[in-house]
């Protein structure tokens, strides 16, 4: 199985704050990786697909980078609604899916 | 406009076998490339996704719990139904319901997520 590492676990940022998130991968999956952003009580929402492809609606300061086995999600300037937690999920495998842990985005 | 609403029990007793009931609308579940699947969240923790069904009838499970999973559908109804028998304490989670993007293996639109606790 395909195991997801992301780092840090929590991250602590202010207003204006350039801020980068990582996605590890067990083995290669190509540019198969997708993030989501969580809002406490809420579903995760899609952002970013095929490792830096942004979702329809999503704010243009969100962007990805990345291929194989590691991956990064940033946010050019942080916004006040942009305190949530990030999750990455690998799909090279049809069949199965798997998450990151989560990394959980804190107002300094 | 797509969504999805789960619907179930909120409280299981151990042993006990869940059933989950997605309900969904602006899509049709027999449009090439689409699934439904369940994705859960132990509250706190990450998520985990249990199980797919595809458009044409095929189904995948997370290995770790395929033993203790089905997922079905009924298209006709734009219904996928989840069951997970043995409920233990430690599948206490929300439980949500997701649209697989067609071609894709990512989850585009989500339910607002279920509660489900598992105790006695």
């Known amino acids: 199985d395909i195991q997801m590492t992301q780092s840090p676990s929590t991250l602590s940022a202010s207003i204006g704050d350039r801020v980068t998130i990582t996605c590890r991968a067990s083995q290669s999956i190509g540019p198969w990786l997708a993030w989501y952003q969580q809002k406490p009580g809420k579903a995760p929402r899609l952002l970013i697909y095929k490792a830096s492809s942004l979702e329809s609606g999503v704010p243009t300061r969100f962007s990805g980078s990345g291929s194989g086995t590691e991956f990064t999600l940033t946010i050019s300037s942080l916004q006040p609604d942009d305190f949530a937690t990030y999750h990455c999920?690998?799909?090279?495998?049809?069949?199965?899916?798997?998450f990151g842990q989560g990394t959980k985005l804190e107002i300094k | 406009q797509i969504t999805l609403k789960e619907s179930g029990p909120t409280l299981v007793r151990p042993t006990q076998t869940l059933t989950l009931t997605c309900t969904f609308s602006?899509?049709?579940?027999?449009?090439?490339?689409?699934?439904v699947g369940w994705i859960r969240q132990p509250p706190g923790q990450a998520l985990e996704w249990l199980a797919v069904i595809y458009w044409h009838g095929e189904e995948r499970y997370n290995p770790s719990r395929k033993n203790r999973l089905t997922i079905s559908k009924d298209a006709s109804k734009n219904q996928v139904v989840l069951s997970m028998i043995n409920m233990d304490p430690a599948d206490t989670a929300t439980y949500y319901c997701?649209?697989?993007?067609?071609?894709?293996?990512?989850?585009?639109?989500w339910g607002q997520g279920t509660l489900v606790t598992v105790s006695s």
């Open positions: 997701v649209h697989r993007r067609a071609g894709y293996g990512l989850f585009d639109f």
């Open positions: 602006g899509f049709s579940l027999t449009t090439t490339g689409v699934g």
């Open positions: 999920q690998q799909y090279n495998s049809q069949f199965t899916y798997t």
